[in-house]
């Protein structure tokens, strides 16, 4: 029988009511470190940020959101989970829906069977987030891991405490149109290896990172990109357009490096810690000082981005001006700490 819509709720609480939430830096990362680690493999989000190799930078202008060029610092939606998927050996489960209401249902199912489960969806349709923070960006992950009535209970990393949103509000959430369309993505971790080589994963994982981030083919990805952007941003402050324009062009890229996930300084400092930990599992002291350089990089990353935002809210042209130097700043350090880090592998 098909799923049927309703405003009738059962008071009675199904799920995981013990589930351990905990805040973390980034959406996709910090629902896999807590789906594995609830499911028995304990992982911390630096390394499901490391190993699966999301650590990247582009500048797409072919791509937009909000009627502008996607900026990226990290690796796709989704690229988290399917990395983690392919080199911890990770089974996964994964459900699309084209009824949103039979997606709500699953969801139901999921939760009856005492299971939490992560879910893609729009950050513009979460009643938890404040309401000039919510805009049109579908890739955003969390855990439901309970219902109480009407209000699925949830544990969305980027917050601090467990969260709640009614029925009809998630459902728009996991339904909403547009770029990453979630399409009601279910997902959840069924099996992984009891006995796992960190080191060679590890390595593996760096050399892919070092790799797409050094050696780009196309000049939008990678140090290719960074340079790429800055090239972009010095056409900009010499063309004859409105300044309400190239504010939010460099406003754009600002907010997809600030507000949404860690951001781009945010990201350099989460590989940073990644790679101390993979000092360890590698038996290799050198790689604390990539991370230290890394860490720099995430230090050039924050200046840019605290003067992209001076620039947004004051239209100077002359800190227009400015920002091309500091992305190639950027782009030197992030050089250097990856030549480093490659000699080591």
Not at 39 to 57: K, R
Request: hydrophobic content about 40%; aromatic content about 10%.
């Amino acid at each position: 029988m098909a799923a049927v819509a309703t405003d009738t709720y059962s008071p009675g609480l199904i799920g995981v009511p013990t589930f351990e939430h905990q805040h973390a830096a980034h959406c996709e990362t910090g629902v896999m470190a807590r789906l594995l680690g609830h499911a028995g493999l304990p992982l911390s989000e630096p390394a499901a940020f490391g190993l699966s190799a999301a650590f990247t930078f582009a500048h797409l202008p072919m791509v937009r959101v909000n009627q502008q060029p996607l900026t990226s610092y990290r690796m796709p939606p989704g690229r988290v989970v399917r990395g983690l998927e392919k080199r911890l050996g990770l089974t996964m489960h994964r459900e699309r829906f084209r009824d949103p209401v039979a997606g709500m249902q699953a969801l139901d199912d999921h939760l009856a069977e005492g299971r939490p489960v992560g879910l893609q969806t729009s950050v513009y349709w979460l009643p938890y987030f404040p309401r000039d923070m919510r805009f049109h960006f579908n890739a955003h992950n969390l855990i439901v891991y309970g219902r109480e009535g009407e209000d699925y209970l949830i544990s969305d990393p980027v917050f601090d405490h467990p969260v709640r949103a009614p029925w009809r509000d998630l459902m728009k959430a996991r339904f909403a149109r547009g770029p990453f369309a979630p399409k009601g993505l279910i997902y959840y971790p069924e099996d992984f290896p009891k006995h796992l080589d960190w080191s060679g994963i590890a390595r593996r994982a760096i050399r892919s990172s070092c790799n797409m981030m050094r050696y780009s083919p196309v000049p939008w990805i990678g140090l290719r990109g960074i340079r790429h952007l800055a090239k972009r941003l010095e056409k900009l402050s010499g063309k004859s357009l409105e300044d309400r324009e190239k504010q939010l062009y460099v406003a754009q890229i600002i907010r997809m490096q600030e507000e949404i996930g860690t951001g781009g300084g945010g990201f350099r400092f989460l590989y940073a810690a990644f790679l101390q930990e993979a000092a360890d599992w590698m038996q290799s002291p050198a790689l604390e000082d990539s991370a230290a350089l890394m860490a720099e990089a995430g230090e050039q990353w924050r200046d840019f981005a605290l003067e992209g935002a001076r620039y947004v809210k004051s239209g100077d042209p002359g800190q227009l001006r400015g920002l091309p130097e500091q992305l190639r700043c950027c782009a030197e350090q992030e050089g250097r700490a990856l030549k480093h880090l490659a000699r080591q592998l």
